[in-house]
């Protein structure tokens, strides 16, 4: 029989992996951070909730490691170069943007009868921030204009000041506040941070320069690092996360953001420490206190008035003294109001210190969670529209020779694919051969008898390749899935360009089904999905949809000439749609790029226009092309994932979903590994551009 609250710490430890594991997968369905998950199911089971399991040891152990991982992390993601770069703007508003929260935030508390310590720790609480939705600016391409760049440098003091509060203030409380008290806080941290900023440095760079570069043992050096700064902190009597902070910090430019040392440190963080913590934050929250206590309502407004109000002027102030537009100014301010790292931990060590009291958590875990929703809403909104107000650049190609890939699976789609690609296939790339591929579960129970099936199918490619005269390379690939095979092959044989083929089934709830979801998801190459029900020189009309802000993503040129490239083979007439952009400024964009087929502009009002004003005049011979976004990005509309399923069943009898290349990483620094959503806009907020 089961006692609750439950003891046993392999049914505990199954449980937490059950909520890390479903956790975020319901969370991303939601379109809601990938914080609240963890926070949320520490609530519902945790010693306030059903009580199935109680915030013991192993949760505060785990927990404890999480916070030390999630301070560390936040260290190492702080951009220095940013801050260096733009030094007045980020020190000015860090400072703004901490100390108007911190002295909204301190007064509210006092007005509530909070002691001077507990109140300027509420405040320093308020007055940090968590750069959670820097993942969004970037994939948007607004990652480097002056006022995000403002934002991004100046966490680095909300973070440093948070927890230069919280070791001073839990100092204060745990000593008597003399002169002597002073004193040595004051010598002692000097000291200590002299020592990790200095000694830590100087030691890795001769740990890196030496070693072997062992994955392991790289990690367990970083670990020790960590775990050590966290001791000394406490020895000399401040808070472990201070010394996990400056951990960070001291080892910034050692670990690189993308490198495959961040990347296991990450990974272990998110897959296990961190979610630890969050678990064991919720499990805090005492729900009955809101009803109980009307206090905590309070206390619950005043934090959320504090930061809302105080990040709003700072960012106001910020932008009039740099004459940054509204636009911008929306987007620092959303950047700048979630709260989840240094909030956490400011709170969590308040508490069980006795600076904050039950009511508080329950206002701090509220106003987490509500900010954590607004503020990547606010960064995707006015992020859109800062993207579109910035004037279009030419981006800079750095591409190896065109090298396309087909992967196949039905012999009779082989013939229209390679003939697709040899069209599309630029003239300074001729030398490159073509790369039909074939990939083969290693799952199977005979591998070599689905290996030769393979082989045999890909003959058809090779038949159709000599008779056009075109090089070929056969790669078939074995590999847990298909999408994993077609990955492997696109790295090893450097591959730009996937064309691929859609039976226009849907075979999960997604777009195009699981292996062209994944596929397109992972990776930031020029991918065509294509249904080609008619022969390819038959075509005499090409249409173009493009969506409303494609002309700012990165490969928007290069993919107008392709689709060019391929009219003018086709010996056929190019129409084009542009979804509420303007006709003088796609049509400049159309005369820049060569080859100059006979080309026609139309503006379309909308989405909802497109299909009942203008899908009555296609053809069945009309070779469709839909200027397609990732999601997330610029262009991006809820549209562009039903639109292939409706061409399927009209007239047109081909048509091709074209994914323009992307940028080659987006930059997640600033989120501390926390998930955000690709897209949190409604319906209707996408339907206003």
Same mark, same amino acid.
């Given at each position: 029989m089961i006692q609750f609250p439950i003891e046993e710490p392999v049914i505990i430890f199954a449980i937490a992996m059950l909520i890390f594991f479903l956790s975020p997968l319901l969370m991303n369905k939601l379109r809601i951070p990938g914080i609240v998950g963890p926070i949320l199911a520490g609530v519902i089971i945790g010693p306030n909730g059903l009580n199935l399991l109680e915030r013991d040891q192993t949760i505060v152990l785990l927990g404890t490691v999480g916070l030390l991982f999630i301070i560390f992390i936040a260290g190492l993601e702080l951009d220095l170069d940013g801050f260096k770069k733009y030094r007045n703007r980020s020190i000015l508003f860090g400072s703004l943007s901490f100390n108007i929260p911190l002295i909204l935030g301190t007064a509210v508390s006092l007005m509530l009868g909070y002691s001077l310590l507990a109140s300027i720790l509420i405040g320093s609480i308020v007055g940090s921030h968590t750069l959670l939705a820097y993942p969004i600016a970037s994939r948007l391409g607004v990652s480097r204009n002056k006022a995000v760049t403002t934002a991004v440098g100046g966490t680095l003091l909300t973070d440093t000041f948070a927890l230069l509060v919280l070791a001073v203030i839990t100092g204060a409380a745990q000593g008597q506040l003399s002169y002597q008290f002073w004193i040595e806080m004051i010598i002692s941290l000097t000291v200590f941070v002299?020592?990790?900023?200095?000694?830590? *440095? %100087? /030691?890795?760079?001769?740990?890196?320069?030496?070693? =072997? +570069?062992?994955? $392991?043992?790289?990690?367990?050096?970083? @670990?020790?690092?960590?775990?050590?700064?966290?001791?000394?902190?406490?020895?000399?009597?401040?808070? *472990? %996360? /201070?010394?996990?902070?400056?951990?960070?910090?001291? =080892? +910034?430019?050692? $670990?690189?953001?993308?490198?495959?040392? @961040?990347?296991?440190?990450?990974?272990?963080?998110?897959?296990?420490?961190?979610?630890?913590?969050?678990?064991?934050?919720?499990?805090?929250?005492?729900?009955?206190v809101l009803f109980s206590n009307p206090k905590a309502w309070l206390v619950t407004i005043g934090v959320l008035l504090s930061v809302f109000i105080g990040k709003w002027l700072a960012s106001f102030l910020i932008s009039k003294i740099y004459n940054y537009s509204q636009t911008e100014r929306e987007v620092v301010f959303g950047l700048t109001i979630p709260q989840a790292a240094a909030t956490l931990a400011s709170t969590l060590v308040g508490f069980e210190v006795g600076l904050l009291d039950q009511a508080t958590v329950n206002g701090v875990i509220i106003m987490i969670l509500i900010t954590c929703f607004i503020g990547p809403y606010?960064?995707?909104?006015?992020?859109?529209?800062?993207?579109?107000?910035?004037?279009?650049?030419?981006?800079?190609?750095?591409?190896?020779?065109?090298?396309?890939?087909?992967?196949?699976?039905?012999?009779?789609?082989?013939?229209?694919?390679?003939?697709?690609?040899?069209?599309?296939?630029?003239?300074?790339?001729?030398?490159?051969?073509?790369?039909?591929?074939?990939?083969?579960?290693?799952?199977?129970?005979?591998?070599?008898?689905?290996?030769?099936?393979?082989?045999?199918?890909?003959?058809?490619?090779?038949?159709?390749?000599?008779?056009?005269?075109?090089?070929?390379?056969?790669?078939?690939?074995?590999?847990?899935?298909?999408?994993?095979?077609?990955?492997?092959?696109?790295?090893?044989?450097?591959?730009?360009?996937?064309?691929?083929?859609?039976?226009?089934?849907?075979?999960?709830?997604?777009?195009?089904?699981?292996?062209?979801?994944?596929?397109?998801?992972?990776?930031?190459?020029?991918?065509?999905?294509?249904?080609?029900?008619?022969?390819?020189?038959?075509?005499?009309?090409?249409?173009?949809?493009?969506?409303?802000?494609?002309?700012?993503?990165?490969?928007?040129?290069?993919?107008?000439?392709?689709?060019?490239?391929?009219?003018?083979?086709?010996?056929?007439?190019?129409?084009?749609?542009?979804?509420?952009?303007?006709?003088?400024?796609?049509?400049?964009?159309?005369?820049?790029?060569?080859?100059?087929?006979?080309?026609?502009?139309?503006?379309?009002?909308?989405?909802?226009?497109?299909?009942?004003?203008?899908?009555?005049?296609?053809?069945?011979?009309?070779?469709?092309?839909?200027?397609?976004?990732?999601?997330?990005?610029?262009?991006?509309?809820?549209?562009?994932?039903?639109?292939p399923k409706?061409?399927?069943?009209?007239?047109?009898?081909?048509?091709?979903?074209?994914?323009?290349?992307?940028?080659?990483?987006?930059?997640?620094?600033?989120?501390?590994?926390?998930?955000?959503?690709?897209?949190?806009?409604?319906?209707?907020?996408?339907?206003?551009?």
């Open positions: 002299f020592i990790v900023l200095w000694g830590t *440095p %100087i /030691i890795s760079r001769w740990y890196f320069r030496n070693s =072997l +570069n062992d994955g $392991v043992a790289n990690f367990t050096f970083v @670990m020790v690092i960590l775990f050590i700064s966290a001791c000394f902190a406490v020895l000399i009597n401040m808070q *472990p %996360i /201070i010394g996990a902070f400056l951990a960070g910090l001291a =080892l +910034n430019r050692f $670990v690189l953001d993308h490198g495959t040392l @961040m990347n296991r440190i990450r990974f272990i963080g998110n897959a296990l420490f961190i979610p630890f913590f969050l678990l064991s934050v919720g499990m805090l929250m005492d729900l009955s606010l960064v995707e909104k006015h992020g859109r529209n800062l993207a579109l107000k910035e004037d279009t650049k030419e981006f800079e190609v750095k591409q190896g020779p065109e090298r396309i890939l087909i992967p196949l699976s039905n012999p009779k789609t082989a013939q229209s694919l390679m003939s697709l690609s040899f069209m599309i296939k630029q003239p300074n790339g001729e030398d490159q051969p073509l790369y039909p591929l074939t990939v083969v579960s290693k799952n199977v129970k005979s591998v070599e008898a689905e290996v030769a099936k393979a082989e045999k199918m890909l003959e058809h490619a090779l038949t159709h390749a000599s008779s056009a005269e075109i090089p070929v390379r056969l790669v078939t690939k074995v590999d847990n899935n298909v999408t994993d095979g077609i990955i492997r092959a696109i790295a090893e044989e450097r591959i730009n360009t996937i064309v691929m083929g859609w039976n226009a089934e849907r075979s999960s709830n997604k777009l195009f089904g699981s292996v062209l979801d994944r596929l397109i998801e992972q990776t930031n190459h020029t991918i065509l999905v294509t249904k080609l029900d008619h022969p390819l020189n038959m075509t005499s009309r090409v249409v173009l949809i493009i969506p409303f802000g494609a002309d700012h993503k990165p490969g928007f040129k290069e993919a107008l000439r392709r689709i060019k490239m391929l009219t003018t083979k086709l010996s056929a007439t190019l129409l084009v749609y542009v979804i509420k952009g303007s006709e003088s400024i796609y049509e400049r964009h159309l005369k820049e790029v060569k080859p100059n087929p006979p080309t026609i502009v139309q503006r379309v009002e909308g989405w909802t226009a497109l299909q009942e004003n203008y899908s009555g005049d296609l053809k069945e011979d009309d070779l469709v092309i839909i200027l397609s976004a990732r999601r997330g990005t610029v262009a991006w509309h809820p549209k562009l994932e039903e639109l409706q061409l399927a069943v009209i007239k047109p009898e081909s048509f091709i979903i074209f994914y323009p290349r992307e940028e080659l990483d987006i930059d997640v620094r600033g989120a501390k590994g926390i998930e955000v959503p690709k897209e949190v806009l409604r319906r209707k907020d996408y339907d206003g551009n």
